[in-house]
Structures are given as structure tokens and as C-alpha cells.
């Protein structure tokens, strides 16, 4: 969801953002979207759950991890916890977080070793064990979630200071929605943007053709809001500059006992900064909220003690 400063700042552009904060209800299994599934929903985070209970409202178990068919889960409302978004009863509308290419650092496989990745990615798929959004098994793979924290709405205009992106947390998605997440509708002759959207519109029940251009008018002006300082661009070009913290991410990797490495593809220049190749080019990012500690692999980085 946009907090409150964006949908603020989106308002300003004449943008009427809080129109998709509200609760979309649905009342029966016909409304959920099937993209074509012919196989039961696949339950989420259940994994701790007490088996025998889920089993007593239609759960069974199969080689793929829980299931629940999809004809009717209203009647088993102790399943709201566990299911996928698009079986809730109840969803607001989640507007995607589109990677921003003043941040390449933001995919955290193009920083991280790949062994740490692999191994946050195996933890959060099996933990998980189905698609946060549709429920889907198949073709999974963690993707990351950031908060957005701009210097000027902490009074930090005109200093020598970089944006912050905070991640806090990692959702499980399939294939589809994955790519649907990072859907790119900054140009009209993206072929694949319709099809993403679609899936986005359904999942999130943004139903009318007035909240749909709505959804695309704010994913369009968070991705400009968040690249460049004055939203536009303007003539002088004055992008943003982010810096990450991966406090969350430091203790998430502790707390399971999994390796958080950078890349040696990265040099340190001082504190805190490193710059080298980060996604399709050389770039330079700040990382905070961790510990970093030189190592014969390259920089570990752990959470602050």
C-alpha cells in the first residue's frame, strides 16, 4: 500500500489516491479469479498450523503442500489467515512497488552473493509454500517489499543526505505474479504490460475501468515520484539517491542461521558505500541498519547489536 506522504503527494498531482484504500469484498467463490487453475488454492504460511483442524474445514495435503478447494472457502472463515489474496474475503488494493532504476540495488540478487539469495529464497518458498497472491505452488521465488522514506518529508532538504528505502519483508510469489509486480507500463508498446495488469486488477479487485486508469496513473507517478526529487524530472535531471536499510533482512538471515554476503564484485570506498557492478552497470549504493564485517569472501553483514 502507498503511505500516507505519497498518497499526499500523489493527491497534489491531482491524483485521487486514496480512492483505492478501501476494503473490496467478496462474497462468493465464483468472484475468484481462476487464471485458468483447474487445482485447488494452495494454503499460505500454514505450515505451523494444527493439521487436524485445517483438515476439519476441507484441507488436505498434497505433494505440492496444503490445499483447499476453491468452491466455497467462505465457509471456512478459520482459513482467512492462510489464504492467498485473492481468496480473502477481504483486500484492499495493493499497488505494486515497480523497481525504480535510480536503485538497482533494490533487487537484492544484484548485490548479494549468490548463496546468500538462494538461501533466503529457499527459506521464504518453503515457509511459504504457495504464491502470497494466487495461491499457486509452482515456479516460486521471493521478491522483496520496501518502504519509502524521503529526505524532505524528514526535513532533510538541501543536505548532503540520500533517501533511504527500508525493505520489510519478502513476499512468495509464482512466476505470473512475479512478473506482474514488476510490470513496466512506462511505455504504450510494452506487449506484456495489458497481461499484467489484468492479473493485478483481478487479484486486487480493482474492478471499474475509472479505478483501473487510477491504479496506472499512481504506479506511473510513484515510479517518477520515486526517481526523481522534484517528481518530474524537471530540466536539471535531479535524481533521487537511495541508500538501503536491511536491518529487517540482517535479523530475518540471523534468526534462521542463514548467510548474508555481499558480492566481491562490490568494493568499499568508505563506511558505509560501495559501489561495482550492480544489475546491467556500475553503480554505488549506501547500506544501513547493519553491521558490516570484512571477511575472506567479501563484507558479511549482520544486524546491529
Known sequence: MMRDFEIVAASAEGLRADALKSCRKITSAREIPTFG???????????????????????????????????????????????????????KPFIVDVPITVSPASRLDSILTAESWRAINEMKIRTSGACNWCGSSFDLQARECWDYQYAENYN???????????????????????????????????DSAPRHLDRLYQIFRVRTDEERLLYQKI???????????????????????????????????????????????????????????????????????????????????????
Open 37 to 91: 487453475r483447474e487445482y485447488p488454492i494452495g494454503l499460505v504460511n500454514a505450515g505451523n498450523a494444527n493439521l487436524a483442524e485445517l483438515q476439519s474445514y476441507g484441507v488436505f495435503r498434497t505433494r505440492y503442500g496444503l490445499k483447499v478447494a476453491a468452491k466455497d472457502p467462505f465457509a471456512f472463515a478459520p482459513l482467512e489467515a492462510y489464504l492467498p489474496v485473492i481468496a480473502k474475503q477481504y483486500v
Open 156 to 190: 532533510r532538504v538541501g543536505q548532503e543526505i540520500e533517501d533511504i528505502q527500508l525493505i520489510t519483508g519478502l513476499l512468495t510469489l509464482c512466476k505470473a505474479c512475479y512478473a506482474a509486480s514488476n510490470v513496466d507500463i512506462s511505455s504504450s508498446y510494452r
Open 219 to 305: 504506479v506511473l507517478f510513484l515510479r517518477s515520484y520515486r526517481t526523481f526529487i522534484d517528481g518530474r524530472g524537471g530540466n536539471n535531471g535531479l535524481y533521487r539517491t537511495w541508500a538501503i536499510d536491511l536491518s529487517r533482512l540482517a535479523s530475518f538471515c540471523e534468526d534462521r542461521r542463514l548467510p548474508l554476503t555481499l558480492k566481491r564484485t562490490l568494493k568499499r570506498e568508505e563506511g558505509a558505500t560501495f559501489h561495482g557492478r550492480i544489475g546491467k552497470g556500475t553503480s554505488r549504493v549506501t547500506i544501513l541498519g547493519v553491521s558490516i564485517l570484512p571477511t575472506s569472501s567479501g563484507f558479511e553483514l549482520r544486524r546491529l547489536s
